[in-house]
């Protein structure tokens, strides 16, 4: 079925999540076989990348096709300098107008080489995404390595490697083969840190373009569902929107970019050095209508009302819409080939998606639109919140939303049939094993995504 193992997680987590899937609800409605089969395919499926690399484009500074035009040819030179004479893919999604889809090829077969490099498990996921590896990822190297030397790379699941060695016998897994672009004595060196790529990946086992400095302004790489997201908020040209964790800022741009670049995209993240990427970003798309803040969103409410400034805190009711993209446990993140989070720490984020939500509803102007999104698969933090909200908030209720292009609900949290289509839930363990080859590329695409959940409001 796979060459590649399951994602490892602590027993307590993958038990955890057992009772996800198989809680009663859902067993009675499709039995312990099929619930079974969906877990098993959820923790096999989330090691590997998804089956398209998708970007979203910049069409509010010009045309897609254009954009599509643009990025093949840039992949075409990308391709002549590796050699490569395959043609590549690049679809338009039929029902997400700025979406571009490239299929991914893998897992192919690749012969493993006797030099190994290991690196960490983040770098390990972006070379199956079709990156190459950044001198900082690199954990151990054959002793006399020099540049021009075939490697094959290794990813460490546990991070037990340490910065300097020359082997690891630890958890490790193949990732494909490369050629050294710096010497061993480069890559460790203390005194003046290297910059750039350490290895490039020649012959990766899953093969995707790289989008390192490709078409910086016009392509940006998004999972769908985050796209989607941005789409459901549905933000208009004018208005004044918060995304209350919005570093690095994919959405914040998407949202900017929606709205033409008119109004106001107010981003908060609680984390200081992050917020240089999002202004980065903002800049790079060519958005001025962002306005990104350091701030604890559970604060953004002001006592004082009467008080307006132009950053955090804000009076109540002052936006149109709210994006509340919680931190989460993330364990619908693709590929992840190990978790290494205690179950303490995956349920540590209710109680903060809870008193983040509290601030947002407090926020939104009467008629505003509020959605709610995660990169996670647990109840716990999406349709076991949706059944909070809804109680706790009662002048909430639940939205369609448009593209509605995942699966809805899940069952589990006592919600009603119609409250769970009104949800859309990206389950990439229905889709796994059914993949069909021959199906257009936007189906395919449409199931095998990231772990990913929406709920849409609206405050009466
Ligand atoms: N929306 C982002 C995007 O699409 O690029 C991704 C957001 S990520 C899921 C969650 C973010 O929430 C993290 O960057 C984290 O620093 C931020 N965060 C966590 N707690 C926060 C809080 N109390 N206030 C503001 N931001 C917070």
């Known amino acids: 079925m796979s060459i590649f193992p399951r994602i490892s997680m602590k027993p307590e987590v993958t038990e955890y999540l057992r009772s996800v899937f198989l809680n009663k609800e859902a067993v009675a409605a499709v039995g312990h076989q099929e619930a079974e089969l969906h877990f098993q395919r959820l923790l096999l499926c989330l090691s590997h990348p998804p089956s398209h690399t998708c970007v979203r484009a ?9 954009i599509r035009h643009e990025l093949r040819e840039e992949l075409k030179k990308q391709q002549a300098r590796s050699s490569s004479a395959e043609e590549i893919q690049i679809v338009p999604h039929p029902r997400v107008e700025d979406v571009l889809l490239l299929p991914v090829d893998g897992p192919r077969p690749v012969t493993q080489l006797s030099s190994e490099v290991v690196v960490g498990a983040q770098c390990g996921s972006a070379v199956l995404r079709g990156a190459h590896v ?26 037990r490697c340490t910065r300097g060695a ?8 193949f990732v494909g083969n490369g050629v050294a672009e710096m010497d061993r004595s480069r890559i460790f060196a203390t005194d003046e840190p290297p910059r750039g790529v350490g290895v490039r990946m020649v012959e990766p086992l899953y093969q995707s373009p790289s989008f390192d400095g ?9 999972n769908l569902p985050s796209v989607v997201a941005g789409h459901v908020l549905g933000p208009r040209p004018g208005e004044r929107i918060l995304d209350m964790c919005a570093a690095p800022g994919g959405k914040t741009c998407h949202i900017a970019a929606l709205m033409e670049d008119q109004g106001e995209v107010v981003a908060l993240d609680r984390i200081r050095n992050k917020i240089e990427r999002i202004r980065q970003n903002a800049q790079m798309l060519h958005l001025k209508s962002v306005k990104a803040y350091c701030f604890n ?4 409410v002001s006592d004082d009302p009467s008080q307006e400034t132009e950053g955090p805190p804000f009076p109540p009711e002052s936006f149109d819409r709210v994006l509340l993209d919680a931190p989460c446990s993330g364990l619908g993140r693709r590929p992840n080939m190990s978790c290494t989070w205690s179950l303490k720490e995956i349920c540590s984020y209710p109680p903060l998606q809870r008193k983040l939500f509290h601030a947002a509803v407090q926020l939104l102007k009467k008629g505003g639109v509020l959605v709610y999104s995660t990169c996670t698969v647990t109840l716990a933090e999406n349709e076991e919140q949706v059944a909070w909200a809804l109680k ?11 593209p509605h292009i995942g699966a809805e609900g899940m069952l589990g949290a006592g919600l009603s049939a119609e409250q769970l289509r009104l949800l859309q839930r990206f389950r990439p363990e229905l889709s796994w094993e059914q993949t069909d080859a021959t199906a257009p590329v936007a189906c395919r695409a449409d199931g095998d995504t990231i772990g990913f959940f929406i709920a849409k409001f609206l405050k009466n």
């Open 58 to 66: 910049s069409t509010h500074l010009a045309p897609l096709e254009e």
């Open 134 to 159: 950044f001198h900082p990822g690199i954990t151990a190297s054959p002793k006399y390595m020099k540049i021009g030397d075939a490697v094959s790379v290794f990813s460490d699941l546990e991070g």
């Open 166 to 173: 020359f082997s690891f016998q630890g958890n490790k897994v």
């Open 214 to 222: 490709v078409l910086p302004s016009l392509v940006f790489l998004q």
């Open 297 to 300: 969103s559970v604060q953004a």
């Open 392 to 402: 706790t908030f009662p002048d909430l209720t639940l939205q369609p939303q448009e």
